[in-house]
């Protein structure tokens, strides 16, 4: 029997048939009240979606090929150079490198890594055009599969400050962009606002209008291509949502500007969910997180351990979140598939939700200013300390749960005696040009109370 035959002996069955059904077997129950639940980006859920729900529109966007990531803080070129080289051997294929000071030497950091195949992300702790220089010179065969995600916004978004100064730091970005041409020269850290509490639809309008402050600076040369740095929480499909409706937009903002430039996503896993006690949960917390970034489309997904909040770096943590992301793709074949979210009708409809309503965000941040200057005004931060409020509130009223620290909780659980590293906001008195956006776990204030009574 051919599809055709076969769906021919069923009679189509629109929406209304359907809510009529539901509303019978929900007995005298309020369909609306019952069945949809609006987010916090203030989109309705609904119990079910068809055809009708995504009739207008089509999301057109390839889902690139993913790689697994390996993130490295460098403190130690040589050492860092080892554990590379290793990571790579064992399942590794793109490096994420957070460079703390020009005094590290990226020929001895990159030693024995083949570059044609192996694209490397630097996060630079400093802003130096002589250093990328430096790079370009060694790499320059190879270069286009360096990431330099030079992002002077963001850091004054997360600091308050300028690297140097406003005028400085644009000269070097000039000078950073000369050196290294179209290639992927400008990251845009949307990690910030995700761990700081902002909604969705704040997250991707402030990753445009960020975005866009580039687009100005450049408009009138050539722009370079972009890097999305993207964290990636627990609401599953709105999570695979979110990367495919950042990639409408990139479209959007490229149409406007004429350009090619391209739009590199490297996804995470968000830090705001994780927690200190039952911290083995984090380990499921990152799966679903992982499997979302590779439906949604993002280029290169770099886990994050389970202990990552208050161990230092180990090889077992390490090793456990680099297979997590091997079992989605080798065991899984979550990379297989191309675009499998495509046609799916309750993604297409949230994905283009969120990008409707992330595009009249951003219209509105442009009609006042842009990005800087909200952030200048601090409207920006405003809107995200609201926004975390608000899920703060959910998480302590236990409707948002953490298992096993907010609900289920062993209370035997101790943890006092492992802690590597300071796990909550850090506050240090200093001046700052702007309000700094501060990242915070949902979890701090409930496990500083635990801790205190251990």
Aim: proline share 2%.
């Amino acid at each position: 029997m051919s599809k055709k035959n076969l769906f021919n002996d069923f009679s189509a069955v629109s929406t209304k048939e359907w809510k009529q059904k539901i509303q019978v077997d929900l007995k005298g129950a309020d369909y609306n009240d019952t069945l949809v639940w609006e987010s916090p980006e203030g989109i309705k859920v609904k119990p079910f979606y068809n055809t009708e729900d995504i009739a207008s529109f089509v999301t057109n966007v390839a889902t690139p090929e993913w790689k697994i990531g390996q993130a490295i803080f460098v403190q130690n070129e040589v050492a860092s150079n080892k554990k590379a080289v290793d990571a790579l051997k064992r399942g590794a294929e793109d490096l994420v490198f957070t460079i703390p000071t020009d005094t590290i030497k990226i020929d001895v950091l990159l030693k024995n890594i083949n570059l044609k195949d192996i694209k490397v992300y630097f996060y630079f702790q400093f802003l130096a055009s002589e250093y990328i220089a430096k790079i370009e010179e060694l790499y320059k065969d190879n270069a286009t599969n360096i990431h330099y995600n030079i992002d002077i916004v963001g850091n004054l978004a997360s600091s308050g400050n300028w690297f140097h100064n406003l005028t400085k730091d644009h000269q070097e970005l000039d000078k950073i962009a000369t050196i290294t041409n179209t290639q992927n020269t400008i990251g845009v850290n949307v990690s910030t606002y995700q761990n700081a509490g902002a909604t969705m639809v704040q997250q991707l309008a402030y990753a445009m209008a960020h975005a866009n402050e580039y687009l100005n600076h450049f408009k009138d040369t050539t722009i370079p291509n972009f890097t999305f740095t993207v964290s990636v929480s627990g609401n599953y499909f709105f999570e695979i949502a979110k990367l495919r409706a950042l990639r409408l937009l990139w479209k959007s903002l490229q149409t406007e500007y004429n350009t090619t430039a391209n739009c590199t996503i490297l996804a995470v896993p968000s830090k705001r969910n994780k927690t200190l006690y039952d911290y083995n949960v984090n380990m499921l917390r990152t799966t679903t997180e992982c499997m979302a970034a590779s439906i949604g489309g993002a280029d290169t997904i770099c886990n994050l351990a389970y202990d990552a909040i208050y161990h230092k770096d180990n090889e077992f943590g390490e090793r456990i979140a680099r297979n997590q992301l091997l079992i989605l793709k080798k065991e899984s074949y979550l990379d297989v598939v191309t675009n499998p979210a495509d046609g799916a009708y309750y993604i297409e409809s949230i994905t283009h939700q969120l990008a409707e309503k992330a595009l009249e965000l951003f219209k509105s941040i442009e009609a006042t200013g842009g990005f800087l200057s909200n952030l200048k005004s601090h409207q920006i931060q405003k809107k995200i300390k609201e926004s975390a409020a608000k899920e703060q509130e959910l998480f302590n009223s236990e409707k948002e749960v953490l298992v096993g620290t907010n609900k289920y909780i062993n209370k035997e659980d101790k943890i006092k005696e492992d802690l590597e590293l300071y796990p909550f906001v850090k506050t240090n008195a200093r001046k700052t040009l702007i309000i700094p956006i501060i990242e915070k776990r949902l979890a701090e204030t409930v496990e500083q109370n635990r801790l205190k009574d251990e």
